[in-house]
T-cell receptor, first 111, second 112 residues
Framework: DAGVTQSPTHLIKTRGQQVTLRCSPK?????VSWYQQALGQGPQFIFQYYEEEERQRGNFPDRFSGHQFPNYSSELNVNALLLGDSALYLC??????????FGQGTRLTVV | SQELEQSPQSLIVQEGKNLTINCTSSKTLYGLYWYKQKYGEGLIFLMMLQKGGEEKSHEKITAKLDEKKQQSSLHITASQPSHAGIYLCGADYSGGYQKVTFGTGTKLQVIP
């Protein structure tokens, strides 16, 4: 049983560009959350998707958007990249009120 | 997050020693999670606590949630090099929807 898978593992982008990160949830999970983890910090909640809708959102600008597909996989899009967007982006999946399983993350570097 | 404070920020212990990491919330918790993270990698779930006074153990790791549900501790007995990593506590303040507010983490090094 595959756990949460994220792609790509590493990415380098230039300021002002746009990026799309992908996440496949653990089998049987229907809810996907995205987190941003800056170096030396704990993960910060970006948003959560359930039934293809954004259910909750953290304190992130509209440059951060997402999507969930009918197979429960999800994408995180970031427009107009800033140097401060450099971070590890983590995807977590759940079903109901159970512990969240995390992927290995995508390391985004903005230069 | 200011809502959730972890201490200490870092810890260096000799193999075989016991250690405790604390997590304090500024408001009542619905649930409290403990995760472990290797540098630059994903989070590994350790334990979830929901009831005041609850205590759970897994191998040599024990976590407790106090009666007021505002503080949790993670205790490792007879530490091993495999315990090294970053320990993160995460708070569920609303229940049911899995939005987790994380502390800044405790970096643990175990010296053989």
């Amino acid at each position: 049983d595959a756990g949460v898978t994220q792609s790509p593992t590493h990415l380098i982008k230039t300021r002002g560009q746009q990026v799309t990160l992908r996440c496949s949830p653990k089998s049987g999970h229907d809810t996907v959350s995205w987190y941003q983890q800056a170096l030396g910090q704990g993960p910060q909640f970006i948003f959560q998707y359930y039934e293809e809708e954004e259910r909750q959102r953290g304190n992130f600008p509209d440059r951060f958007s997402g999507h969930q597909f009918p197979n429960y996989s999800s994408e995180l899009n970031v427009n107009a990249l800033l140097l401060g967007d450099s971070a590890l982006y983590l995807c977590a999946s759940t079903r109901g009120y159970t512990e969240a399983f995390f992927g290995q993350g995508t390391r985004l570097t903005v230069v | 997050s200011q809502e959730l404070e972890q201490s200490p920020q870092s810890l260096i212990v000799q193999e075989g020693k016991n250690l405790t990491i604390n997590c304090t919330s500024s408001k009542t918790l619905y649930g409290l999670y403990w995760y472990k993270q290797k540098y630059g990698e994903g989070l590994i779930f350790l334990m979830m606590l929901q009831k005041g006074g609850e205590e759970k153990s897994h191998e040599k790791i024990t976590a407790k949630l106090d009666e007021k549900k505002q503080q949790s501790s993670l205790h490792i007995t007879a530490s091993q090099p495999s315990h090294a990593g970053i320990y993160l506590c995460g708070a569920d303040y609303s229940g049911g929807y899995q939005k987790v507010t994380f502390g800044t983490g405790t970096k643990l090094q175990v010296i053989p």
